[in-house]
T-cell receptor
């Protein structure tokens, strides 16, 4: 089955520690996205990538970093500079083509990150 | 920058009845897409329905339909014959037709279905 796999499902971070959230897709999608979800605030975009080896900051990129070395993978690192990392993180992907702009984003099942 | 507003944090409806969730958005663009996503307690994001701004006809998917008012920048979701499985958070989302296909989400509406 094609889909998006996020791991781990739950993650705990200690003070001063960097942690990496995994996102893998086998949908052959060009574009991938990371969102953060806090209670009552909906989803906010952290980073996105439209092609391999290229990515752009979203609305709340501070304290996060990403890489896109392979089409299938878009890992997110939550650095120690992110002072309030406790949230639910969702990865998404979509086909990227100007002529297919209405193609929806497909989402993974999310990772819940908490501070120890 | 585009913004999406859902003014109803919570809604409830009796099973088998109809409920309408509101969404307004702000944009200076003429070409864009609008979506409703459902997030049940499992936290999975599920696409409910989509609408292209250039289409005047309102989208329909089984019991789900939208009322798209482009001039008013309004995009409401109507759920007919509500079922217990419809209970979830519902998010309205906007995406530009051109450039990076980022989604801008509203704050969400929590829908409760009363048996």
């Amino acid at each position: 089955d094609g889909g998006i796999t996020q791991s781990p499902k739950y993650l705990f971070r200690k003070e001063g520690q960097n942690v990496t959230l995994s996102c893998e897709q086998n949908l052959n999608h060009d574009a991938m996205y990371w969102y953060r979800q806090d209670p009552g605030q909906g989803l906010r975009l952290i980073y996105y990538s439209q092609i391999v080896n290229d990515f752009q900051k979203g609305d709340i990129a501070e304290g996060y970093s990403v890489s896109r070395e392979k089409k299938e993978s878009f890992p997110l690192t939550v650095t120690s500079a992110q002072k309030n990392p406790t949230a639910f993180y969702l990865c998404a992907s979509s086909s990227y083509s100007q002529g297919l702009g209405n193609q929806p984003q497909h989402f993974g099942d999310g990772t819940r990150l908490s501070i120890l | 920058a585009q913004t999406v507003t859902q003014s109803q944090p919570e809604m409830s409806v009796q099973e088998a009845e109809t409920v309408t969730l509101s969404c307004t958005y702000d944009t200076s663009e003429s070409d864009y897409y609008l979506f409703w996503y459902k997030q049940p307690p499992s936290r999975q994001m599920i696409l409910v329905i989509r609408q292209e701004a250039y289409k005047q006809q309102n989208a329909t998917e089984n019991r789900f339909s939208v009322n798209f008012q482009k001039a008013a920048k309004s995009f409401s979701l109507k759920i007919s014959d509500s079922q217990l499985g419809d209970a979830a958070m519902y998010f309205c989302a906007y995406r530009s037709a051109w450039g990076a296909q980022k989604l801008v989400f509203g704050q969400g509406t929590r829908l409760t279905i009363n048996p």
